[in-house]
């Protein structure tokens, strides 16, 4: 894994109707990667856009969202209290994914 970059651990995008979970991430439970991709999914028929979960070179867990311009149907209001939402219910889940992203960056393996 890179040592300078984001790495995406997961998406989803309300325009092309897809979501994407990283290749290097099917180890996880498929549990998790279940609630990963309802959490994504649910994001974006809600709010709109694209939401992507990365992991900073540092390992913290962001949640990033991006819309086009052009979207006036994109409630931007919406995506922040959601975004809250989501580090509010989903705490637990966030930490335990830095946690595992760190362990495993550490131990090399994946």
Excluded at 1 to 16: K, P, R
Excluded at 36 to 54: A, H, N, P, Q, S
Excluded at 74 to 87: N, R
Aim: glycine share 8%; hydrophobic share 35%.
């Amino acid at each position: 894994m890179e040592n300078d970059a984001n790495v995406v651990l997961c998406g989803a995008n309300s325009y092309e109707q897809k979501y994407y979970l990283n290749e290097g991430f099917r180890n996880l439970p498929q549990s998790i990667q279940d609630e990963l991709k309802i959490l994504c999914i649910t994001y974006v028929e809600d709010v709109g856009g694209i939401l992507t979960m990365e992991f900073e070179p540092e390992g913290s867990l962001v949640l990033r969202v991006h819309n086009d311009e052009m979207d006036y149907l994109f409630d931007e209001i919406g995506s922040v209290l959601k975004i809250k939402e989501i580090q509010r219910e989903k705490r637990e889940l966030l930490e335990a994914l830095e946690t595992y992203y760190q362990a495993v960056r550490a131990g090399g393996f994946q």
